[in-house]
């Protein structure tokens, strides 16, 4: 996403804007959520295997209770982060989706074939790499960890190598991310679902009716689609489908068009401003006339106007996401205690392996095999620029499953040993794919 920032002179700004100018610098640097994600993991990981690791552990089975009378909503700390603050980072992978399919990479058959190609391969061939060590066994439920791309520290990768890989690279990139994030909620609301409560089920229904039927009258304020969301969510909370999937089916019922268009924006400034000239000429430190607060205030009518709520709420809550709800999931679920007693029976456990394998060998080889596929069969086109050298890098990049894999395999393997064999896999699977498409990446353009 990208935005145009303003920053007054060094000279007239305020003390705090000069202050808080490298906090804001670094939050809009595409790398800096990846760099958050890897301190809250490697800070997960030490502190698990401190002598507070006792500590680390019971910190997030602290209860915590929300609610009145006889409705009340009490679990752990770590279940409110995994279903609810993810299921704020699931509406905004919603909104992500939608305005993919609206507007962007995915809105034409033609731009979409090739990442939709590429995302199923990556994620059928790693499930079937998984299972090819783990069918029948214990570990047979973990088949969707492999399946995941963690698009913030792909994306991430892809942005320390600046001008080394083409724009076009990363958008498909981020497309193929988009579509496999699709393929993650399909697998987690049919196959990673409890026992359903039918009658909860049906009253999440009846909020997704009301959403949607806000949504066809034409409400454009935010705050009723928030507070029908959040029924929405408790709904599903307690239906036994996981409450994740209600946040992305919320972000599929927000606006995804502005009230007016570009053209109208336009002609309505331009009336505005010569409103705005019109006002009684006043020293350059006076109040704005009366005239000119009017002006004003209808300019700022018309940004709000001319920008669909989807896009409002996807940029507002963008940074929130990546700087705060993802560090947070990463601090709460990446800690695993690691003894070198272990490790080595740890990293041939079935479970971990076919994590492994799945992410590091399936992702190369489904990720660059469908795409060579649909470009053969002449159901896709390589973008400008792009050779296959950047398809199989940014295929291995395809292996950092980390986030999704992490939230895959609590939903796999809840208060089970195999939590923790999968989240080493997860880790090691993730750190290799990461370095190996960084090195193919990185050679000159003109070597293949």
Known sequence: MKTIHHTPGNAHAPPIERLMKPIQHFIHTETSGGILLLIATVAALIWANSPWG??????????????AGDFVIDKALILWINDGLMAIFFFVVGLEIKREIQMGELSSLKQASLPIAAAIGGMVIPAAFYMLVNAGGEGA????????????????????LGNRVPLS???????????????????IALFYTAQISWGSLAIGALFLVALLIINRLGVRAVLPYLLLGVGLWVAFLKSGVHATIAGVLLAMTIPGRPRIDAVQFETRIGELLSLFRLGTPKPADAALSEEQQVAVHEMGQACLRVESPMHRLEHGLHPWVMFLIIPVFALANAGVQISGGNISETLFHPVSLGIILGLFAGKQLGITLFSWLAV???????????TWRHIYGTACLGGIGFTMSLFIANLGFPDSALLDVSKIGILIASLISGILGWIILMKPQGRA
Do not use: S
């Open 376 to 386: 053969r069969l002449g159901l896709a086109e390589m973008p400008e620029g792009v």
């Open 169 to 187: 690279i990363k958008i498909f990139l981020t497309a193929l991310a988009i579509v496999d994030d699709m393929g993650a909620v399909l697998v």
């Open 54 to 67: 006792a500590a680390y552990a019971h910190l997030w089975q602290i209860p915590f209770r929300v609610g």
């Open 141 to 160: 439920g973990g088949w969707g960890i492999p399946m995941a791309t963690d698009i913030a520290f792909a994306l991430g990768v892809l942005a320390l």
